[in-house]
T-cell receptor, first 112, second 115 residues
Framework: GQNIDQPTEMTATEGAIVQINCTYQ??????LFWYQQHAGEAPTFLSY????GLEEKGRFSSFLSRSKGYSYLLLKELQMKDSASYLCAATISSGSARQLTFGSGTQLTVLP | DVKVTQSSRYLVKRTGEKVFLECVQDMDHENMFWYRQDPGLGLRLIYF???????EKGDIPEGYSVSREKKERFSLILESASTNQTSMYLC??????????????FGSGTRLTVV
């Protein structure tokens, strides 16, 4: 079966650094995505990790450890506009197509 | 700019009605997906399709059906809407090889309320 866990809510202060963790137990794992979703909007792509290690992209970085079934998204220099839900999603090979299996999302609130 | 377009942002339907949610993509993607999103439950896969006229059940297909008559269009059908189908519905698409390095492209969502 597939199981992806991430915290439900997090709060941080503008200008700070926050780390959102994600653990997964999936069969047929290929890679790990992070999406950002503002209220009432579609999820948008942030990062993709297929190899172990850290991928940095401006203020956002994502880390993957395949052996530990663990990933995190690191947001630096937080801004008010970073208040959103952050979705962790694992790519799995299942049946006739590769799919994404999503965690429940972490609602991040950035306070002034 | 590539797009996945869902025909309605908000819908209100009555219990027992047959409801059609339409999704169109202009990226020539082979794979298309329907998810519903509920607080605390995340995105759950209803159905997906990897080719015209092909469909596969996702994790929660009960009460739903789909249609893919053309490559660019994937329709979700609620045969007889019920209040527990009140939700946000998201359509997504991807290339044949899967999500690839950009993942899925999502539509803006349809918030369906069944009264």
């Amino acid at each position: 079966g597939q199981n992806i866990d991430q915290p439900t809510e997090m709060t941080a202060t503008e200008g700070a650094i926050v780390q959102i963790n994600c653990t997964y137990q999936t069969s047929g794992f290929n890679g790990l995505f992070w999406y950002q979703q503002h209220a009432g909007e579609a999820p948008t792509f942030l990062s993709y990790n297929v190899l172990d290690g850290l991928e940095e992209k401006g203020r956002f970085s994502s880390f993957l450890s395949r052996s530990k079934g663990y990933s995190y998204l690191l947001l630096k220099e937080l801004q008010m506009k970073d208040s959103a839900s952050y979705l962790c999603a694992a790519t799995i090979s299942s049946g006739s197509a590769r799919q994404l299996t999503f965690g429940s999302g972490t609602q991040l609130t950035v306070l002034p | 700019d590539v797009k996945v377009t869902q025909s309605s942002r908000y819908l209100v339907k009555r219990t027992g009605e047959k409801v059609f949610l339409e999704c169109v993509q202009d990226m020539d993607h082979e794979n298309m997906f329907w998810y519903r999103q509920d607080p605390g439950l995340g995105l759950r896969l209803i159905y997906f399709s990897y080719d015209v006229k092909m469909k596969e059940k996702g994790d929660i297909p009960e009460g739903y059906s789909v249609s893919r008559e053309k490559k660019e269009r994937f329709s979700l059908i609620l045969e007889s809407a019920s209040t527990n189908q009140t939700s946000m519905y998201l359509c997504a698409s991807s290339t044949l090889g899967g999500p690839g390095v950009r993942g899925y492209t999502f539509g803006s969502g349809t918030r369906l309320t069944v009264v």
